[in-house]
DNA sequence: GTGTCAAGTTGACAGTGTCAAGCTACGGAA
DNA sequence: TTCCGTAGCTTGACACTGTCAACTTGACAC
């Protein structure tokens, strides 16, 4: 019988991430949403506080979905790198699926960082970039900063996925090239490699990437 | 006489800066700005059309002063690695001391990308990096792709400004270790290098860079 | 029955962006 | 001088927003 329940509070949800991927966070309203969910205007906040506390649960659940795609992404894949590799890809690919929950999810201005639950969760999906990391540093590289390099792919990747649509504008405008964000994290690895493997291995990394 | 004339478009403009740097981007108000300005709330649409307009100009203003900062950066500096770097702690100290402005810089939803004075500004800059990176090719890889090689060091450099204040946070959560932003710039173009020179220079960078 | 509690509604409040209209001062043109 | 236009800004209105207090409704426990 739990289908015949409304879940007002699951489709405020989906209603809000439907709403940031139309009009962007800004375009974010509670009575919109509320509107499109088929409630008052104040349901929302009687399940969620205020609108900070229902854009905390959307990036809540934005960080789950990532997890869960980081883990169907690295099954059957065993070398360190080809692992970062896919967990970038899953990254990006998330990001383009689910626009309305990553408009939110790395925003500090719209989400409750200290929500106990959202801090789980994100900090679960980062902890799996430096696992990743620290295997590369085990295979590759035992003198590898491992928190420095967190630091730089995941900033690194995540300007991307903000980035992509201000990337091609730019390209035009400057005459140079840009590429599909798929492409570029394939080349973002291959950076990445060339200065996390010490001198003695750097000739791996080109092939074994892929 | 031009210091008696009021210039209520420049007073608006500073005062949104301090207004973002003080509340965010959301906690704008085009309301607020005018009072502190001490104008009436339509005067801001006056001089900028509408919201949007007015941070386009902060936007605008915030490019131009990191293009001057960059000039200052590099002055004597004629190694490209070092010119890189340098490109690096100017961005993050501008990002720093102009909060407001760089909380609307980079920010699609907020600023108009097709105002063509914004656009001339941002291309400009960005156009510098580009260059940067062109340097770099021709003095250690002639194979570097330098379009790829620059959207990372830009997403890169970006995502670090943008997520810096998240990875505080992120780094007390999950037990791991975060540097300031400035020595993290130093630790991200070694990262760079090693991967950006051909394997027979790699020996040259980590000396060459300070 | 009575009580309690979650879920949701209704109505109000101050604050918001934007638009149309008006006001004021000033710089030519007649 | 008078007239006109225009830049700069104000005033007032409109629909919309987030949030709060008070209320209703229904289900379950005793």
């Known amino acids: 019988m739990t289908s015949s329940r409304p879940d007002t509070a699951g489709a405020l949800r989906s209603a809000t991430a439907a709403l ?10 509670l009575r919109e ?4 969910a088929g409630v008052s205007h104040a349901a929302p906040a009687h399940h969620f506080g205020d609108s900070r506390g229902l854009l905390t649960a959307v990036a ?6 990532l997890s869960a795609n980081f883990d169907t992404a690295l ?14 890809r899953a ?18 201005e719209l989400v409750d960082n200290d929500d106990p639950e959202f801090a789980a969760v994100a900090s679960a999906a980062y902890l799996r970039l430096v696992d990743a990391i620290a295997a590369i ?21 995540h300007g991307l996925a903000i980035l992509t649509p201000s990337l091609g504008d730019l390209a035009d405008k400057t005459d140079t090239a840009t590429a599909p964000a798929d492409d570029l994290v394939e080349r973002f ?9 010490p001198a003695s291995e750097r000739a791996v990394a080109p092939g074994s990437t892929h």
């Open 33 to 36: 949403v509320a509107r499109r």
């Open 189 to 197: 690895t291959e950076f990445f490699m060339h200065g996390f493997a």
């Open 137 to 157: 540093r085990d295979a590759h590289n035992p003198d590898l900063d491992v928190d420095a390099a967190a630091t730089l792919t995941f900033s690194a990747i």
């Open 91 to 108: 990254y990006v690919r998330t990001a383009q699926e689910n626009p309305g929950h990553f408009g939110v999810m790395c925003n500090d």
């Open 20 to 29: 940031v991927a139309e009009r962007g966070p800004t375009g974010f309203s």
């Open 60 to 65: 809540t659940e934005g960080f789950q979905t």
């Open 75 to 88: 099954v059957g894949i065993e070398a360190p790198v080809a692992r970062l590799t896919a967990m970038g």
